[in-house]
């Protein structure tokens, strides 16, 4: 049986603003001083197009920010000032979380991850305040207040969870509150946001602790994975997934949306899973669903930012098995997963897009005009234990004006999908420059040209897409009409 969608090129299009496009997660601060970290993260800039990175522990002590040094406070922003110097000369600026607390200020001992950063609130949040303030001044001497006022400043990683912040709500208030002024203090135009909440989290609250305040929040940031709203504890990651609703990330953009009181938002973590060692995060399956996602959420947030560009990455420990189930858009090798291609797709699509009609229960499709071109965007996703099956999809555009050419490039499980091949190799543990060149070819998308059928103004196309799939269609057009500017 076909799935059969039509899209009317004359309707009046949406802007697609490339909100996954802003920013991109990491792990940890010090991970952004190695050279394979910065080559990775040069490459999804020129390929992906992320225009800011954030990461966790900017204030840990492996950073050397603040230090107490013989019952004295001494100040550093060597190490910041590399990163920030780095990501300023490929074209990236930061999204700096404030977090976590240096052992010189804290309260408590309390710490989280292998590079255990302290989670406890500041014993006195005047000497917050202080390093705040000298920070930020720091870096609008060096950078310059024009430079500085077109980064983001986010209070904080999930205090709504025990497991990042020891504190209380109102702790956390305080915190924001002091660190507020604290960087206001050192421009008023500076961006300052939070709650950066799990699970979309006292945001109402949050918001009305800073009307009551007279806290200016400049966006509202938060968090979510697929499983989060629903607290399926105890249960695995696939059971998780299945009984986790297709759209449900899309539905929790929109409530986040009516929540956030006319504010940006910026979804500055997700993926399709929390879990750190999940196989879906190298597979097709990730894929489909997190281009599917990006997609939907467009319309409700000004960033979304994917959790996380690398798998160099080391909350529990360092790993070496080369897919080994990481959040990582490329792995250890810098070798691309299909994810990765999805979002290279979604960088080539344009910025207008037309509506479609027609629905599916698995399959998913997108029209999208940029100049001269058109991209039919298809994704076939379902979650686990659903039922999903290769299906025969058409494709009709209408009012479309004659087509030159056309080519598909498509993921799926024989296409730009080096995991599959590595385990054709016997799944070694360590790869040698060979195997990573031929893991690295197995990973590029291919364009292949498809046949388009025409009839009075209506284009058709027919295209099979098999289950956690992708294809995308580019149609080069004649006298297709030049894109509104705007968005991305």
Known sequence: MTVTFSCDLSAAPAPLTHAWEHTVGSGHALLAL????????????????????????????????????????LYSFFNTDRIWDFLLSIGMRPFVE??????ALASGHDTVFHYRGNITPPRDYDQWSTLVRKLVSHWVDRYGVEEVRQWFFEVWNEPNLPA????????YFELFRH??????????????????TATNAWVE?????????DLAADFVSTHIYPTDPLGFEGADTEEQLSRSPRSLLRDQASLTRARARGRPVYYTEWNISSNPRDHYHDEPFAAAYAAKVMLETDEFVEGYSFWTFSDLFEENYFPSLPFHGGFGLLNIHGIPKPIYRAFQLLHHLG?????????????????????????????NHAQPGHEIATQLITVRLANAPAAHS??????????????????????????SPVQVEQLEARSRLRKDPIELYCQEQVLELRVDVPPHGIAAVTIELAGLPSPHRGGA
């Open 179 to 196: 660190t507020f002024l604290a960087i206001k203090a050192v421009d008023p135009s500076l961006r300052v946001g939070g709650p950066a």
């Open 205 to 213: 609250e949050f918001l009305d602790y800073c009307a009551g305040n």
């Open 164 to 171: 990042f912040w020891t504190g209380s709500r109102d702790d």
């Open 98 to 103: 404030l977090g976590f607390m240096p052992e």
């Open 406 to 431: 056309a080519y598909i490039e498509r993921i799926d499980e024989d296409n730009a999908n080096p995991r599959r091949w590595w385990k054709a190799m016997g799944s070694p543990d360590y790869l």
């Open 351 to 379: 910025t207008e897009r037309l509506p479609v009609d027609g629905t599916h229960e698995t399959v998913d499709a997108w029209v999208v005009r940029k100049s001269g071109t058109l991209t039919v965007f298809l994704t």
């Open 34 to 73: 190695r050279a394979d970290w910065q080559d990775q993260l040069r490459r999804c800039h020129e390929e992906l197009g992320f225009r800011h990175v954030r990461f966790h522990g900017l204030l840990d002590d492996d950073m050397g920010t603040v230090i107490c040094h013989q019952d004295k406070l």
